[in-house]
């Protein structure tokens, strides 16, 4: 995590607390340098989970469970860990399906810095547009 990510998250998303981007102001607190936004770990962590687990995604229908037991800095590392807790097939969408996972998110001391649930809905295999889409190594669906 560099410095400049942090920066222009916390712009980008409007976040002017001067613990994120006020040098001075936070080397005055308890921590004694600026901390990551937090939605900034959030959207990483996610981020970082696509292609394990949302990659035909159709939509996130929810983060449950947020918790932020150690703090960000920049020049952190943080690598994540996916746990699918649940799989069922929708209801009312017989192409797609409901997942929920436990994510982890940790720092290179190996201290747990972010864990949340997400709930997705995915496209069930075969039914995405991917699956749509012809290969040069095999033939298009027909239409």
């Known amino acids: 995590m560099l410095e400049v ?16 981007v006020d040098r001075h102001y936070a080397e005055g607190t308890e921590f004694g340098r600026p901390l990551v936004d937090s939605t900034f770990t959030l959207a990483l962590v996610t981020g970082q989970s696509v292609a394990d687990v949302s990659q035909n995604v159709v939509a996130i229908l929810g983060w449950d469970d947020v918790r932020l037991p150690h703090p960000v800095f920049e020049g952190d590392t943080i690598y994540s860990e996916s746990e699918v807790l649940a799989v069922r097939e929708s209801r009312s969408r017989p192409e797609v399906g409901i997942v929920t996972v436990r994510a982890t998110g940790s720092n290179q001391r ?3 810095v972010i864990t ?23 033939p298009g669906p027909a239409r």
Do not use: C, K
Not at 5 to 20: C, E, K
Not at 116 to 132: E, L, S
């Open 116 to 138: 949340f649930t997400r709930t997705v809905m995915v496209y069930r295999r075969g039914h995405g547009p991917a699956a749509r889409r012809p290969r040069p190594d095999r």
């Open 5 to 20: 990510d942090n920066a222009w998250f916390s712009l980008l998303t409007q976040n002017a607390a001067p613990i994120h």
């Open 110 to 112: 190996g201290e747990v």
